[in-house]
């Protein structure tokens, strides 16, 4: 494959790596990585240095701009992110974002490990956005963004303003949007933090309640579920009947991606999701059966 990076319109670019990789001549390699619903990823590898390259689809419209100057404030705050290296259109009019490649998808679930990834979180929840005002947070409507198509889904939908309005969700913290596992990579033992496309002004609460969840359901063990929630909680205190109703809000999200065929169905993954339903007093025992 020839040097595709000649390819793309660079809106913003200003570091030495970039311009080192447009003035090479000769073929670079190019590996496929894993890729989600919007975007397709690659590693481009030349004389050993390793960057990572997203393309997102015509359908899907992230601002690149936003994400490429928040990781480089993130950077400066020390929170371990991909350092962003420039951002741009390319042929067929798709978005690309370019950074630096951190490492293999997370895959060890230690104490250690799981420990750092709540503190990660933690971290991130700790910062003003006072203190990356600059970045332009987007702010959103809480249920047309998270739950997108849900008025198709009369139970789902009737079900999920009544907890929204208990828990009163709050739309004035730095979050991640979408903070888990998949979206953790390491490299000895250094963990990065990746994919900001969700990245805006929310609620905490519920980023970390969908945190939780996705490690319930989808982690080795439960005992890594509890875990990560301790650590957490002993920096960000939730009360127990908060946890129970943003719990409940994430599995109608998991639900709502069920039904479209959007999330990962493993061996035992509606067992645990049905174990969760039947202990969380605001779910309703016949969802899984919908």
Known sequence: ???????????????????????????????????????????????GDQFVLKVWNRDSKPNIQ???????MLTQREVPVSRPLAWGVDSKENKVLLTTYDGHPFQTFSRKNITEMARILSKIHGISPYQIKNANLP??????????????????????????????????????????????????????????????????????????????????SE???????????????????????????????????YRKNRIPIRNNTLDKVQKIIKNNPYLNKTLLYT
Not at 14 to 25: A, F, G, Q, T
Not at 66 to 72: G, R, S, T
Request: with cysteine; glycine share 4%; proline share 0%.
């Open 139 to 220: 702010k959103y409507q809480f249920i047309d963004y998270f739950f997108f198509g849900i008025e198709e889904h009369q139970d789902l939908s009737q079900l999920l303003i009544q907890l929204v309005k208990k828990a009163q969700i709050a739309q004035s913290d730095f979050i991640h949007g979408d903070y888990h596992f998949e979206n953790i990579v390491e490299e000895t033992e250094t963990f990065t933090v990746i994919d900001w496309t969700n990245a805006q002004l929310g609620d905490k609460r519920y980023d970390f309640a969908w945190s939780v969840f996705l490690l319930k359901i989808y982690g080795i």
């Open 223 to 257: 005992k890594h579920a509890s875990l990560f929630r301790s650590v957490y909680i002993s920096e960000h205190s939730i009360s127990q009947d908060e946890e129970e109703v943003l719990e409940a809000i994430a599995c109608i999200r998991w639900f709502l991606f």
């Open 66 to 72: 936003f994400q490429y100057h928040l990781l480089q």
């Open 1 to 47: 494959m020839g040097n595709l990076l000649h390819l793309i319109d660079w809106k913003e670019k200003n570091n030495r790596e970039i311009d080192k990789l447009l003035s090479v001549k000769e073929t670079l390699t190019v590996q496929s990585m894993n890729s989600g619903y919007e975007a397709e990823v690659v590693k481009i590898i030349h004389q």
